[in-house]
């Protein structure tokens, strides 16, 4: 079977100015490309006819990057998921990110694929965002016009849709460094061990006090409600006390009852329901130390 690629004028910008301006001449005329491995799908699956233009952003090295800037991590959009889990400053302030970006696709993918792509797709499911979430990472969000900081929790109207308009480029996410007395973690539910998509994820950072009461604790489930949120009400029932079994099994029923307050009652409720519970008491278990 022969399956005719869309056809549209490839654009490469030789630096970040002129891809803005390619962005505001084109508008929704035009698809910026950098790893390629949404929109490549999307074209030959004829998903955008209204597409006249792809501008290949890939050759802005200077967008790909992870740096300090005091108290901050910055990332460039056009950062690849291999250079977010190799990175050491990654590993050190923000591992959870580490974790999640490890789980996306294949090899293949993650030498290719960027985090600011992953972002702007939108996928309830996408392995990098739920850790973005826990971090309370900031997007920012430039066009000819303005410069604009938007917290990733709430950057989306619903399942792909971002709230981003046709003249504006995701520039940059940054967060606080996370100090060395946090615990993170990752889980990551599929349907085969191989290649695949999450059916759940959930990103999670903790940390207690000399004490032993949890001082911070961030829980950022995906897949499960119609965007990506901490779950704050479920949070507040261990936050400041002294973590134990029945505090989290408490916690995981609040974690469960917030998404089916959030998405209703589904098909999936029956399956996502308890899973989430258990996934939620794993993953509390392990970043508040718990036995």
């Not at 460094?177 to 759940?200: G, P």
């Not at 479920?234 to 029945?246: Q, R, S």
């Not at 009652?265 to 008491?281: A, H, N, Q």
């Amino acid at each position: 079977m022969v399956i005719a690629l869309h056809e549209f004028d490839l654009l490469r910008p030789t630096s970040y100015k002129k891809a803005l301006d390619l962005i505001s001449q084109y508008g929704k005329q035009a698809r910026l490309i950098a790893g390629g491995t949404d929109l490549m799908v999307d074209l030959r699956k004829n998903k955008c006819p209204q597409i006249e233009y792809v501008i290949d952003i890939s050759r802005l090295k200077d967008l790909a990057y992870i740096k300090e800037d005091n108290d901050m991590l910055r990332i460039g959009s056009l950062t690849t998921h291999k250079n977010i889990v190799d990175s050491k400053l990654i590993d050190k302030y923000a591992k959870v990110l580490a974790l999640g970006c490890r789980e996306i696709g294949s090899p293949q993918i993650r030498n290719r694929g960027t985090i600011g792509g992953n972002i702007i797709t939108g996928s309830p499911c996408a392995d990098s965002v739920t850790p973005l979430v826990a971090l309370d990472a900031v997007l920012v969000i430039e066009s000819k016009e303005e410069i604009r900081e938007v917290p990733i929790s709430e950057f989306y109207n619903g399942p792909y849709k971002p709230k981003i308009k046709e003249d504006e480029f995701l520039k940059e996410i940054y967060f606080k460094k996370m100090s060395s007395d946090y615990n993170f973690d990752f889980i990551k539910v599929k349907r085969r061990n191989a290649v695949s998509k999450s059916r759940i994820n959930i990103a999670a950072l903790g940390k207690l006090d000399s004490a032993g009461m949890v001082k911070d604790i961030r829980l950022a489930p995906g897949s499960i409600t119609p965007k990506p949120q901490r779950f704050k009400n479920a949070e507040k029932v261990i936050l400041n006390k002294k973590p134990n079994v029945k505090l989290i099994e408490k916690m995981s029923k609040q974690v469960a009852d917030t998404m089916i307050e959030k998405s209703g009652y589904r098909w999936s409720t029956e399956y996502k329901k308890p899973v989430i519970e258990s996934l939620t008491k794993r993953i509390l278990r392990t970043v508040l130390e718990v036995e």
